[in-house]
């Protein structure tokens, strides 16, 4: 049995109700995105519901501790395939169990979910670390990212609290959204680049004038901090790996 | 202010404090209620690594690379022929504010040499901390260092706004200090150390009491040992670290092992490489200590002086003392698994967790994170295999030197293997 989804996380929890109503033993949960159609497979299209998705939450919620709704809610942002499996049967997994069920880690389940979590914490921590705004010509910090999770969600908070005094743009270039915060709340935007130029960086005339000279000292830094004597390029690599240098003021030239 | 002149300072007293390899940014509490600038990440977030491979959080500098002091340890001594700077009070603050507007930095760690005299000093190191504080409503991280011989009145009043001071101990112990650095010792460091954890106990304990104390020095304390540049053994150093920690409830105490920077006979020759592996064993040392239950004594005691440098402290003292193994996965306490090598915090954890729901099997402790082939050799579960041989501490070393490539060997040794 094949249990096809629209790809949202509504959706996944929908697929659990389902599964409770039916109880038809193994299925595997595909997103509509990825589905394939197989010759001898019975196929179910989840019909995303909110109010049968709110009561598996709200479940959930009884359920499992605070950390293990987050697992939960990363794993299902890590947008992997096979997560959605896990996800789909640790829910059901959970609510077959007494209270507490999550911290077994000998369950294939639960430790999928602690380990993709890993993963997109991970992830999270990086563009926590890794964003570089630079400064328009208008006063906005802006910054481009294309991380290998849909992360913005999980690091909204984090900059809104911290940059509280200046606008910010923190873009997604492969999602194709962004967060724009406005000095009172952050929005979510979707940016139209018309030319392929833009997507990068903004233009160089747009940025602020003492732009260059702090990107500049940066990089001075950068280069002032490092003892050659002690050169260690791998440990180097496995802290910065080098997907992440395009975002990295001091890891470019000039 | 001329965009070449302010590159250069900057490069100068960059250069000057990176031998200080404290980068740390955690333990910050404050929170950004006054809609300013800045929110602290209570573990800390590196932004960066340099080359050498490490941790960028903060913006570390000197005020001045001008000392009135000449020890033969650190580069920016009277004596040595470097080129000196200065940065203004409002230098460091701008410097700062930018870079933490670019999301460059989790804050300033600022240091100073010694001009005029320690209060001189300590008054505008903390009068950059002011102006940030109060002036730009700046919540992110401030190290600062103490300046030692500065009066109680400053020191108290720049830990209302850093997250952090230090002071360096420098050498491991009094005899290496006061051969390098004779103007100093280990009082200086241990006097306003003691001041500073004074204050720290006496603001938490009103904290129960009144409801609105402000912070102080919230982040701790931390300290420094330079490693390698005097004779001492792994032994002197890391129980000089177990008194700081005791004595001082330090947060850190750091090892930064010795760059040759100068050609005084009294020290290692120019070019000397620093000692990386020894550095490794005794932060692995520091961490056992800390988080995995152990006594610096069972690591470290007159028998076995120095670390050794071929396998790590742990499993070291896992083979001196096999009589504790193997160790049931299934019943040992947590404290006993964790001193199990190839087992960290994290997966000890698991384990403990895990079990109540069901004996253990290999296969889940490899999903878990344990490092199966060096565990094997120390524990049981439900599915070890059966066996007869008792092996000595000294065959399980020789099986796990085998399977894994330390990654300090770099070069392999051309030695012939004869059997």
Redesign the interface.
Known sequence: MIYVFDGSLPGLLTAVFEWFERKPGFVSLKSMEIFQPEAFTEVMVIDTNAEKADRVWAGLQKKIKKTWLRNFYCSYLSEIPEAYQHLFQFTIYIFQNPVG?E??????HV?ALSKYAKSVEREK?RM????????TGDGM?Y?SIDPDFNVLPLINN?FK??????QWIIYDLKRKYGLHYDLNTVEEIIIDFTTEANKKNPPTILMDE?EE??????K?????????????????V???PKRYWKY???KQLG | MSFDRIREKLNILADAAKYDVSCSSSGGTRKNNNKGLGDSHSSGICHTYTEDGRCVSLLKILLTNHCIYDCLFCVSRKSNDVKRAAFTVDEVVELTMNFYRRNYIEGLFLSSGIFKNADFTMERLLLVCKKLRLEQNYNGYIHLKTIPGASDELIKEAGLYADRMSINLEMPTEAGLKLLAPEKSHADVIKPLDFVQKNIAQFSADKKLIKHVPKFVPAGQSTQMVIGATPESDKDIMYTANTFYKNFSLKRVYYSGYVPISDDTRMPVLGTQPPLLRENRLYQTDWLMRFYGFKVQEILNDANPNLDIDIDPKLSWAIRNMQHFPVDINKADYKMILRIPGIGVMSAQKIVQARKFGKLRIDQLKKMGVAYNRAKHFITCVDTPYQIKDYQGTQIKAFILAESQSKYLKTDSNQLILF
Not at chain 1, 225 to 230: L, S
């Open positions: 069920a911290t077994n880690y000998g369950n294939e430790m921590h926590e670390a890794f964003i570089r705004f630079q400064k910090f910054a984090h609290n911290r940059y509280a005094d200046q003492k000279l702090y990107s500049l000292l940066w001075d830094y950068f280069k002032s901090a490092n003892i050659v004597a002690r050169k260690n390029t791998k440990l180097h496995k802290h910065v990295l003021t001091e």
